[in-house]
């Protein structure tokens, strides 16, 4: 955070504190000072070009208000909201993503591998992008253990399912190898991420690793009992 060291150096603007979608029909907003019924009628929402999505606005107190969409929205684009009287924020893709149209429940998240191909499932329903980035091997580190750059990887475009889930297959034995998701969102970031259900991980978990689960249980080991609990 920006540390100030002169009162007169503080922007105190009142300003849009946070605006959250919350449904897919609704935008949450809450700004540091009342809001008059005249600064109500103006608030809105934009799109990134600029262009006003049509909302209905009405009161939830003194310094919230509700934007209430008429039409669904794109989720993976950017949005802000504005108002004469406020500096405008972001809007943030909160409790919208627990609606049902975004819910994944397969049990297949991740990698599944066989010798013969590499299937590969990532939940990221607010991407604009992603792509399966694979590395011969786990980077390089520095001193603090961080390997600090991953764009040396092959990249592999995956494809974007129903309910957010992305995917791309490899048809090759990957064993040994490592790998990412790059992930692209509509501002221009570029995140890359190891795998959320990764079974194996680089030292320090900078990689996601790809190997055969096969391979490391242990001799006797599906035939052992578990204890008796008393």
Same mark, same amino acid.
């Given at each position: 955070?920006?540390?100030?060291?002169?009162? $007169?150096?503080?922007?105190?603007?009142?300003?849009?504190? &946070?605006?959250?979608?919350?449904?897919?029909?609704?935008?949450? #907003? +809450? *700004?540091?000072?009342?809001?008059?019924?005249?600064?109500?009628? *103006?608030?809105?929402?934009?799109?990134?070009?600029?262009?006003?999505? $049509? @909302?209905?606005?009405?009161?939830?107190?003194?310094?919230?208000?509700?934007?209430?969409?008429? /039409?669904?929205?794109?989720? +993976?684009?950017?949005?802000?909201? /504005? &108002?004469?009287?406020?500096?405008?924020?972001?809007?943030?893709?909160?409790?919208?993503?627990?609606?049902?149209?975004?819910?994944?429940? !397969?049990?297949?998240?991740?990698?599944?591998?066989?010798?013969?191909?590499?299937?590969?499932?990532?939940?990221?329903?607010?991407?604009?992008?992603?792509?399966?980035?694979?590395?011969?091997?786990?980077?390089?580190?520095?001193?603090?253990?961080?390997? @600090? &750059?991953?764009?040396? =990887?092959? $990249?592999?475009?995956?494809?974007?399912?129903?309910?957010? #889930?992305?995917?791309?297959?490899?048809?090759?034995?990957?064993? =040994?190898?490592?790998?990412?998701?790059?992930?692209?969102?509509? %501002?221009?970031?570029?995140?890359?991420?190891?795998?959320?259900?990764? @079974?194996?991980?680089?030292?320090?978990?900078?990689?996601?690793? #790809? #190997? %055969?689960?096969?391979?490391?249980?242990? $001799? !006797?080991?599906?035939?052992?009992?578990?204890?008796?609990?008393?």
């Amino acid at each position: 955070e920006k540390v100030f060291y002169k009162e $007169e150096d503080v922007d105190i603007s009142a300003r849009v504190r &946070s605006a959250m979608m919350d449904a897919v029909d609704t935008v949450y #907003v +809450r *700004t540091s000072a009342e809001i008059t019924a005249e600064e109500l009628a *103006t608030f809105q929402m934009v799109d990134k070009d600029g262009e006003v999505v $049509e @909302t209905l606005v009405s009161r939830l107190s003194d310094s919230a208000v509700q934007l209430t969409l008429v /039409e669904e929205i794109d989720i +993976r684009e950017t949005y802000r909201v /504005e &108002s004469a009287g406020f500096i405008g924020a972001p809007v943030t893709m909160r409790k919208v993503l627990d609606d049902a149209r975004f819910y994944y429940g !397969g049990a297949d998240l991740g990698l599944t591998y066989t010798k013969e191909r590499s299937v590969f499932k990532v939940w990221a329903p607010t991407a604009k992008k992603v792509s399966l980035m694979l590395y011969e091997d786990m980077g390089v580190y520095n001193e603090q253990g961080v390997v @600090t &750059s991953h764009v040396d =990887g092959q $990249e592999v475009v995956m494809n974007r399912l129903d309910q957010g #889930v992305w995917t791309t297959g490899v048809s090759e034995d990957l064993e =040994g190898q490592y790998y990412m998701y790059q992930v692209t969102f509509a %501002d221009g970031k570029v995140h890359y991420a190891v795998d959320p259900y990764a @079974t194996a991980v680089s030292p320090n978990g900078q990689r996601t690793a #790809v #190997v %055969d689960l096969r391979k490391t249980t242990p $001799e !006797g080991f599906k035939s052992a009992k578990k204890p008796v609990v008393a």
